[in-house]
């Protein structure tokens, strides 16, 4: 029996972008806003003596039945190898989350203003945690080709 | 009312540490485990592509009395300043939601060895992603010196 977690959004995402797409994530205004009935602006003082945030969120406007457990070609392209949904980013994985860097543009009472944040209008907002250079990846970083390609216009 | 999200682990964390401790995470050998009752190693094909993943787990220990959510002195130190929760990374947070970069030593079946995991024994793990170079902070990033203090021995 597999156990069951229970999770509370801490805000929501206002987003100019109301339906997923791929690609220039960068140029849509968003902001995150937290629930007013559980927090006050003390949860996040001292917030903007970092530049950026660390986001997870939950994507729930994908369907259960569209998720992936096992291997698929990302973005269903069958020149990309098969891999699995734990070596690719796409959403439709199992719980559904996401999590973004994104770059602190202001902070105002319980509204931060970003830059660079994959989510869409209404996507509920689970935890923020200040960006951290040192819990980037230590050592040096490889990842395959077809990543490369894949985030060619993703923040654009 | 607040709107509750079902997650489910999809494995767990095997670690030699037991018990939270604040720092010298990278010394201690680190395993993840997937579900065998919901995947198989198809989930995790191509992984070896990518030299590192993003971890999502879930602080199964922290207290629901424990849990902040304002602003507290980091680690209790009074000489650093009052933060609130999402200004930092602390473990006693809504939701309890923990992520990290952790390097990929190997791949075998449904586990996955990792060096730079802070988790222990036991933790639900929410889900894995590969690490991109594109999903680091795009421009330049600022912390507080009081973070860069805290980080000094957490790697070591």
């Given at each position: 029996m597999t156990e069951s977690i229970q999770i509370s959004p801490i805000g929501y995402v206002h987003s100019a972008r109301k339906t997923p797409e791929d690609d220039f994530?960068?140029?849509v205004p968003t902001e995150i806003e937290l629930d007013a009935s559980r927090f006050s602006p003390d949860s996040l003082a001292g917030l903007t003596d970092f530049s950026h945030i660390e986001v997870i969120f939950?994507?729930?406007?994908?369907?259960?039945?569209?998720?992936?457990?096992?291997?698929r070609h990302p973005r269903?392209?069958?020149?990309w190898p098969l891999v699995g949904i734990f070596a690719q980013r796409g959403k439709n994985r199992?719980?559904?989350?996401?999590?973004?860097?994104?770059?602190i543009l202001s902070v105002e009472g319980l509204r931060i203003r970003v830059e660079g944040l994959d989510a869409i209008q209404g996507t509920p907002v689970l935890d923020i945690k200040p960006w951290v250079d040192e819990f980037a990846p230590q050592g040096p970083t490889?990842?395959?080709?077809?990543?490369?390609e894949l985030m060619k216009n993703y923040w654009k």
């Amino acid at each position: 029996m597999t156990e069951s977690i229970q999770i509370s959004p801490i805000g929501y995402v206002h987003s100019a972008r109301k339906t997923p797409e791929d690609d220039f994530w960068n140029a849509v205004p968003t902001e995150i806003e937290l629930d007013a009935s559980r927090f006050s602006p003390d949860s996040l003082a001292g917030l903007t003596d970092f530049s950026h945030i660390e986001v997870i969120f939950y994507m729930n406007h994908v369907e259960s039945e569209a998720i992936q457990m096992g291997a698929r070609h990302p973005r269903n392209r069958k020149d990309w190898p098969l891999v699995g949904i734990f070596a690719q980013r796409g959403k439709n994985r199992p719980n559904r989350l996401g999590t973004t860097v994104c770059r602190i543009l202001s902070v105002e009472g319980l509204r931060i203003r970003v830059e660079g944040l994959d989510a869409i209008q209404g996507t509920p907002v689970l935890d923020i945690k200040p960006w951290v250079d040192e819990f980037a990846p230590q050592g040096p970083t490889r990842q395959p080709e077809w990543m490369t390609e894949l985030m060619k216009n993703y923040w654009k």
